[in-house]
């Protein structure tokens, strides 16, 4: 058996003892940003390698397309080739959208049909829309903008909210429950990296974490957790939140807290890491994480 195969092997044990897909987002270490339907295709079939499960498509990738007949007039076979791929090498895949501007009507609809085409699971955004208002505001308009836009594609795609890092912005873990609560097609997204950072280092035991996931079960269903989506990384922050994201290693937020609650909790779904290292990063906890899990 080649190394290859061994990797993927113990890969693909421990996500089945996790109950999780694992994954990386945008790229791997030697394409960091994939922007073409080809480096799509060569990122999923590295993926495929080693065993990961998931990857999150980055919004650079989709930049030509500004109007749903751009979609199909230039791009619906290259979408059509990595859905395909994807569905052969079960990986699933989601779009990422951190930032909207103020009229996001035409992207967020352009981007929601982008993922009904690759059945892609989730189109990931932050709710922090409407940047120049009270949070208040901000959140009510959100709300009204993201049922509007469902509503109207009726698509089987789901809209993933994803929690937010800096104090100044909305989406705190509360607001991104209540935006799912409020809306129909969403979805939490737990970027637990985020929720550490725009409490200054809020995650630092393993109550932290189950305080986290008892609000998400408590609030919006334990369904919830049973497919549930994680974004989880190394973070600066200082009192405003969040300053970058840096490697796993040098933060000061614990994976192993996570994971232990996660399954004392009985989560399911997918977990997605963002860090430099991409999936070198996998490679190297794979040992550790079969140790969380057992």
């Not at 945008?26 to 940003?33: L, R």
């Amino acid at each position: 058996m080649t190394m290859d195969m061994l990797i993927r092997k113990k890969a693909l044990k421990i996500q089945e003892r996790l109950g999780m897909r694992i994954g990386v987002m945008y790229g791997i270490s030697s394409m960091p940003v994939v922007r073409t339907t080809d480096q799509a295709l060569n990122v999923l079939r590295e993926l495929y390698k080693i065993g990961m499960r998931a990857f999150v498509l980055p919004k650079e990738m989709f930049t030509d397309i500004v109007t749903s007949a751009d979609l199909y007039k230039e791009s619906y076979g290259g979408l059509l080739k990595i859905k395909e791929l994807a569905q052969k090498f079960n990986i699933e895949l989601a779009l990422h959208y951190p930032s909207l501007p103020e009229d996001p009507d035409e992207i967020m609809k352009v981007f929601c049909t982008i993922c009904n085409v690759m059945d892609c699971r989730t189109f990931i955004i932050t709710p922090d829309i409407y940047k120049n208002m009270p949070q208040e505001q901000s959140l009510r308009l959100a709300v009204y903008k993201i049922n509007e836009i469902m509503t109207n594609l009726r698509m089987p795609v789901k809209m993933g909210i994803e929690t937010t890092g800096k104090v100044g912005e909305v989406g705190s873990i509360e607001q991104v429950v209540d935006v799912v609560k409020r809306t129909r097609g969403t979805e939490v997204v737990l970027n637990w990296a985020h929720i550490h950072a725009r409490g200054s280092g809020a995650l630092r035991s393993e109550d932290d974490f189950r305080r986290v996931l008892s609000l998400v079960s408590s609030q919006v269903g334990r369904s919830c957790l049973e497919n549930a989506y994680f974004l989880f990384s190394g973070v600066s922050y200082g009192p405003s939140g969040e300053i970058r994201h840096i490697p796993l290693a040098q933060s000061d937020i614990s994976l192993r807290n996570m994971i232990r609650q996660s399954v004392s909790f009985g989560v399911k779904g997918t977990l997605i890491f963002e860090d430099p290292d991409k999936e070198k990063l996998l490679l190297r906890i794979l040992d550790d994480l079969g140790d969380m899990v057992r």
